[in-house]
């Protein structure tokens, strides 16, 4: 079996700014970095890990550098843990996308499963991805306990699929919060959530998205 820590980066100037981040590389605030290495510290004492993955964009990479660190692990960037392509949204406030595509962001925020951002990847592409992403690496690593340091949309995706069999479920999935733990378990081709969102150990220090995302 292998067994998946699924972190959210920490907070980045995208969240701060409430920006449509996607592809779009927005860093880390001094926040991100501090819930960065709270969680380093908390996946050290807890568990003993084998790789590290992330997803190339630096609000990710460099949450999952923190964890890197601490055990002594290169990290391998992976572009497929990205978060989803948002095409037109790309680095745009969510107050100037709801008002321009009231509509669609109207979907994006009741039925997130079913959207695709004007010129962008559909969340159900975004889950085919991840999905494949994950199979992938946990068959390349039997037995072993891997770190994935990558976004929300993915790790909702993630949630919604494996959990309810379909992105149409995720409006029934919450968004997790910045640095959080999402546990999920890889064994005989089946992905199954043992736990997602764990962020006590970033006490004081939780960020997260806003209710109207």
């Not at 660190?69 to 989803?84: A, M, N, Q, S, V």
């Not at 975004?126 to 039997?142: M, S, V, Y």
Request: with cysteine.
């Amino acid at each position: 079996m292998t067994k998946f820590l699924m972190i959210r980066h920490g907070e980045s100037e995208a969240n701060l700014k409430r920006v449509f981040a996607g592809h779009y590389n927005a860093p880390l605030t001094d926040l991100g970095r501090r819930q960065a290495r709270a969680t380093a510290e908390y996946i050290k004492q807890t568990f003993k890990v084998d790789k590290i993955y992330a997803s190339d964009l630096d609000r990710a990479f460099c949450t999952g550098k923190a964890t890197a660190d601490l055990f002594g692990l290169d990290i391998t960037p992976t572009k497929e843990l990205r978060e989803i392509y948002a095409g037109d949204w790309e680095g745009r406030i969510f107050d100037d996308i709801k008002e321009e595509y009231p509509d669609l962001f109207g979907k994006w925020f009741g039925d997130t499963g079913n959207v695709r951002p004007p010129n962008g990847e559909s969340v159900e592409e975004l889950g085919d991805r991840i999905i494949t992403c994950i199979k992938k690496i946990g068959d390349e690593n039997p037995d072993s306990t891997v770190v994935l340091a990558t976004h929300a949309t993915p790790i909702r995706v993630l949630q919604a699929i494996v959990t309810y069999g379909s992105v149409n479920a995720m409006k029934n999935v919450k968004w997790v919060s910045n640095a959080s733990v999402t546990t999920v378990l890889y064994e005989n081709g089946t992905l199954t959530v043992a736990e997602a969102g764990y962020d006590k150990h970033l006490s004081g220090i939780i960020s997260e998205l806003p209710k109207d995302i």
